[in-house]
C-alpha cells in the first residue's frame, strides 16, 4: 500500500516539475495583475485548465475547461489552502501540488452536476487520474457524443453505475436500439436521463411494451419524453396496466388519446397509481365499471388533482353522515361535475350552518342533494376576494416553478408550494439575486433544491449575508454550494461570530480560510473554546463584540 501510493506521489512530482517553466511564464499575467479577490476563482481556473493541458492526453484535455468552469467546489477549495499571501497564486500552485496530488475525479463529477456529498461514495480508491479509468472515460464520451448534456450524465451515473463499465461500442448500440423502437433520437435522450436503469441488461420489456400501445395511438410513443422527469422513479409495468385497463373499460383511441393529452399524470404521475385508488373508491362504493367509464368520458376534468381530492373529500362526507351506497352513487351520477369543482366543509360544519343534526342531515341531503353545494356556494362567495388573490399567488409560484424545472401537478411541485412563502415576483427576485452574485442558474436551482428555505428570506437579508461572507471574510460566492444553509442562519449569529474570526485571523490566531460551517454551526461553548479563549485578549473583544451590537 506505501509503496503505491510513494508511486503515486512520484509521479505527481514529476508531473508538476514538467511544468515549472510554464507556470513560471504565467507570473507576469497572473501576479501582477490588479485583480480583485472575488475573480480570484477565476484566475485559478485559468491557471488549473493549463497546467492539466500541458500533460494530459487530447481525448481528456477536450473536457477540461468544461470541467474547470462547472467546479466551483473543488476550485474555491484549492484556492482556500493556498497561502492567501502570495501574490503569485501560480507558485502558490505550483507549491501545494508538489505535495498535494489532485485527484481529477472531484472536479469531473462535480462538472457532471452532482454535489461533493453525492459524489464521495463514488470516488476511487486507488485511481487519482481520469486517464487511468479508460472505460469509464470512454462510455462518458459515448454519452457526451449522443447529445446526453453533461450535466445530466452525474445523475445517470449515481443511478446506473453499471453502463459506465461497458465495453467499447456496447452503451452506443443500446441506445440505437431504442432509437429501432421507434422513439426519436431527443425522446431517448430524456428517456435515459430520467430512467438511467433502462440501459441496464437488455431492452425493458414492459417499457418496449408501453411503446408498443403509444404507437397504436394518436399521442405517439415521443408523448412519452415530454413529460418525464429525471428526479421521479417509474413503473413500466404499472403505467401499461393502467392504459390496458383504460381500453378494457371502453377508453379506445381517439378517447384514451385525448385524456393522455389533457392529463398526462394520470399515467405518469405515481406510475397510475392515482387513478387506480379513486377507481377503486368509486368501485367500492357501488358504481359499476361502465358507470365509472362514463363518468371519465363525461367528465374528463374530473381525473385533476383538484378534482380528485375533491371526490375523495365528497365520499368522506357521505360515508361519514351514514349515507347508505344507492344515494352515494345517485349522487355521483347525477352531480359529478359539480362535486369535482367544489371542496366540501365538514360534517359539522355543515350541520351548523343548516342548524340540523347528522341524521337529519343525511335525509336531507337524500332527497335534495344540491342544498349541500347550495351552502357550499354561498360559502365561496363569502370569500370570494381572498381566494382570488390566493389563485393569483398560486399561479406566480407555479410559473416560478415551472421555471426551475419542476414538473407540473407532481407531488414535488406540491411540497414546494408549501414550503416557498411570497408572491411569484418576490420569490424571483430572491433566486436572481442569487445569480446575480455569481452563481450559475443551474447551480442556484440545485441550492434552492437542498435548501428551499432561503427564498424565504427578503432579498436585503440575502444581499446582508452575502456582502459579510464576500466583502467581509472574503470567501468566493462558491464557497454557498457546499454550505447553502449559511444563509439561513440568523444575521447576529454571523456578525458577532465573522467579526471574533476575523480578529483572530488578523493575529495569525486562527487558519486563514476555515470553512463558514466551521464558524457558524458548533455551539456557544464549543465556539468560546475555540475562538475565544485561544487568544489572552479573546474574551474582552467577543464581550465588546455583544454589547455593541445591544
Known amino acids: 500500500?506505501?509503496?503505491?501510493?510513494?508511486?503515486?506521489?512520484?509521479?505527481?512530482?514529476?508531473r508538476v516539475h514538467k511544468l515549472l517553466n510554464m507556470i513560471s511564464n504565467l507570473n507576469n499575467c497572473i501576479a501582477f495583475s490588479p485583480i480583485p479577490r472575488q475573480n480570484q476563482v477565476q484566475r485559478l481556473k485559468a491557471v488549473f485548465v493549463r497546467i492539466n493541458l500541458s500533460y494530459n492526453n487530447t481525448r481528456l484535455t477536450y473536457q477540461l475547461e468544461h470541467i474547470s468552469k462547472n467546479s466551483p467546489c473543488f476550485m474555491s477549495t484549492l484556492l482556500s489552502k493556498i497561502d492567501d499571501n502570495h501574490k503569485d497564486v501560480s507558485r502558490g500552485l505550483t507549491k501545494f501540488l508538489r505535495y498535494n496530488p489532485i485527484n481529477e475525479f472531484e472536479p469531473f463529477f462535480e462538472s457532471l452536476g452532482l454535489c461533493p456529498y453525492e459524489f464521495e461514495t463514488f470516488l476511487p480508491q486507488?485511481?487519482?487520474?481520469?486517464?487511468?479509468?479508460?472505460?469509464?472515460?470512454?462510455?462518458?464520451?459515448?454519452?457526451?457524443?449522443?447529445?446526453?448534456?453533461?450535466?445530466?450524465?452525474?445523475?445517470?451515473?449515481k443511478e446506473a453505475r453499471e453502463i459506465?463499465?461497458?465495453e467499447s461500442g456496447l452503451l452506443a448500440m443500446k441506445l440505437r436500439d431504442y432509437e429501432n423502437l421507434g422513439l426519436s433520437k431527443a425522446t431517448v435522450i430524456k428517456l435515459v436521463t430520467s430512467c438511467p436503469l433502462l440501459l441496464v441488461g437488455g431492452i425493458d420489456a414492459e417499457f418496449a411494451s408501453?411503446?408498443?400501445?403509444?404507437k397504436g395511438l394518436q399521442v405517439g410513443c415521443d408523448w412519452l419524453g415530454r413529460y418525464l422527469s429525471d428526479r421521479r422513479t417509474y413503473s413500466w409495468r404499472r403505467i401499461l396496466e393502467t392504459i390496458e385497463f383504460l381500453d378494457k373499460v371502453g377508453c379506445k383511441d381517439e378517447n384514451l388519446s385525448s385524456l393522455l393529452k389533457t392529463y398526462p399524470a394520470l399515467v405518469i404521475e405515481g406510475s397510475g397509481k392515482k387513478f387506480y385508488v379513486l377507481f377503486g373508491r368509486l368501485f367500492k362504493v357501488g358504481l359499476q365499471v361502465n358507470e365509472i367509464y362514463r363518468l371519465f368520458i363525461d367528465n374528463p376534468e374530473m381525473l385533476s388533482d383538484k378534482c380528485v381530492k375533491n371526490i375523495q373529500k365528497?365520499?368522506?362526507?357521505?360515508?361519514?353522515?351514514?349515507?347508505?351506497?344507492?344515494?352515494?352513487?345517485?349522487?355521483?351520477?347525477?352531480?359529478?361535475?359539480?362535486?369535482?369543482?367544489?371542496?366540501?366543509?365538514?360534517?359539522?360544519?355543515?350541520?351548523?350552518?343548516l342548524n340540523v343534526r347528522q341524521d337529519e342531515l343525511c335525509q336531507l341531503l337524500k332527497k335534495e342533494p344540491l342544498r349541500l353545494f347550495s351552502f357550499v356556494s354561498t360559502t365561496k362567495k363569502r370569500k370570494s376576494k381572498p381566494?382570488?388573490?390566493?389563485?393569483?399567488?398560486y399561479l406566480e409560484k407555479t410559473a416560478f416553478l415551472l421555471r426551475l424545472g419542476y414538473v407540473?401537478?407532481?407531488?414535488?411541485?406540491?411540497?414546494?408550494?408549501?414550503?416557498?412563502?411570497?408572491?411569484?415576483?418576490?420569490?424571483?427576485?430572491?433566486?436572481?439575486?442569487?445569480?446575480?452574485?455569481?452563481?450559475?442558474?443551474?447551480?442556484?436551482?440545485?441550492?434552492?433544491?437542498?435548501?428551499?428555505?432561503?427564498?424565504?428570506?427578503s432579498k436585503d437579508v440575502i444581499e446582508k449575508k452575502i456582502h459579510s461572507l464576500?466583502?467581509?471574510?472574503?470567501?468566493?460566492?462558491?464557497s454557498l454550494v457546499r454550505f447553502p444553509a449559511y444563509l439561513c442562519y440568523d444575521m447576529q449569529r454571523i456578525h458577532h461570530r465573522f467579526s471574533m474570526y476575523l480578529w483572530l485571523r488578523e493575529r495569525d490566531a486562527a487558519k486563514p480560510m476555515l470553512s463558514p460551517s466551521t464558524i457558524l454551526t458548533c455551539g456557544d461553548a464549543r465556539f468560546v473554546k475555540y475562538f475565544v479563549n485561544v487568544h489572552p485578549e479573546g474574551p474582552a473583544i467577543w464581550e465588546s463584540i455583544n454589547q455593541s451590537s445591544t
Open 1 to 14: 500500500m506505501e509503496k503505491n501510493v510513494a508511486m503515486l506521489l512520484c509521479r505527481e512530482q514529476r
Open 314 to 353: 365528497t365520499l368522506d362526507f357521505l360515508i361519514a353522515i351514514r349515507m347508505e351506497t344507492q344515494f352515494i352513487t345517485k349522487i355521483l351520477l347525477s352531480h359529478m361535475e359539480l362535486i369535482g369543482s367544489c371542496s366540501l366543509p365538514a360534517p359539522r360544519t355543515a350541520c351548523l350552518s
Open 387 to 393: 381566494l382570488s388573490e390566493d389563485s393569483r399567488k
Open 408 to 457: 407540473e401537478n407532481s407531488d414535488e411541485m406540491v411540497k414546494a408550494l408549501k414550503q416557498f412563502r411570497g408572491r411569484g415576483d418576490q420569490l424571483q427576485e430572491r433566486f436572481d439575486c442569487l445569480v446575480k452574485a455569481g452563481l450559475n442558474h443551474n447551480v442556484v436551482t440545485e441550492i434552492i433544491r437542498h435548501a428551499p428555505m432561503i427564498l424565504n428570506l
Open 164 to 166: 459506465f463499465r461497458y
Open 126 to 157: 486507488k485511481l487519482m487520474f481520469l486517464s487511468d479509468d479508460g472505460i469509464m472515460f470512454e462510455n462518458f464520451h459515448a454519452l457526451c457524443n449522443y447529445g446526453i448534456p453533461r450535466g445530466k450524465i452525474g445523475h445517470m451515473y
Open 470 to 478: 464576500t466583502e467581509l471574510l472574503g470567501y468566493p460566492i462558491e
Open 210 to 214: 408501453v411503446v408498443d400501445k403509444l
